[in-house]
């Protein structure tokens, strides 16, 4: 009896075993192999540069004597570091991310005409302005096509991290006043991104981004948007130069006691050293 036992058990394993591997056979069978992607594109890539913007910076302080504006100032170039990263997950999804440092002070003169009845009021005084934001953005893509070029839409989110530190003296009529106000704030913003890729051959190629930020809130609020050109190229398989034309444009207001608005585009060219896996 017991032989006849282990026969049975024996024959059930062996039917198990053949379930198993047919059912693992087919489950392998079902799953489709990962294709190659567009030749645009990297399953990862990872690149460190500097980009060397050319600052205007328009400010405007809101004080009891009236609102002071800079008007547009040119404040000569600044270098910032930034770092992107691009995996793709599957063949026609991924990750997007993107991260640069801006610092920059403002010293001079602010003046404003307000009208009172048939005369106009000037206000004038001097102000120092110190701004520094951090920001990196992160995005989920979609990317479409298959061939030598594909277009890239994305949604994710943008930490940014605002210092506004002000110093004014404002006159009027012989009265003067000096005001001070220094707030930060970091906050995350919903942000939409889209991106153009195309392959003249695999180790030359363009690209095109757009991505956008809107913040509503805290004590700074306002929009930040970034657009790019470029080429990629590789002359080895794994490591290539990126340059790009970049153009950010920066506006956010406080609000307080000191009351502010400050605007700063930045254009210029980002040089970057890029591998890709």
Known sequence: MSSIRSARRARRATCLC??????????????????DPSPALDRFSFSVGAYGADPTINATVLTPYGALNSGDIQRGRVTMPRISADLLIGDSQGLSLDYFQYSRGY????ASNFAIGPGTVTT????????KLDFGQLAYRWWIGSGNTVLGLGAGAAYYKATLR????????????????QDSDDAIA???????????????RLFADASGIRKFGGKFSGNIYNAALGVEWFPLKNVGVVASYNLTNIDLQRDGY?????????HGPTVALKARF
């Not at 053949?18 to 489709?32: I, K, V």
């Not at 010293?107 to 602010?110: D, I």
């Not at 942000?191 to 030359?204: C, K, N, Q, S």
């Open 18 to 35: 053949a379930l198993a591997a047919l059912a693992g056979s087919g489950l392998l069978a079902s799953t489709p192999a990962l294709a």
């Open 107 to 110: 010293t001079g003169a602010l």
């Open 124 to 131: 004038i005084g001097n102000a120092n302005v110190d701004f």
């Open 166 to 181: 002000t110093n004014a003296v404002a006159g009027l009529n012989g009265l003067t006043a000096a005001f001070s106000q």
């Open 190 to 204: 919903p942000l939409l991104e889209v991106g153009v890729r195309h392959a003249i051959t695999p180790d030359l």
């Open 258 to 266: 000191l009351a502010e608005r400050l605007r700063v585009r930045l």
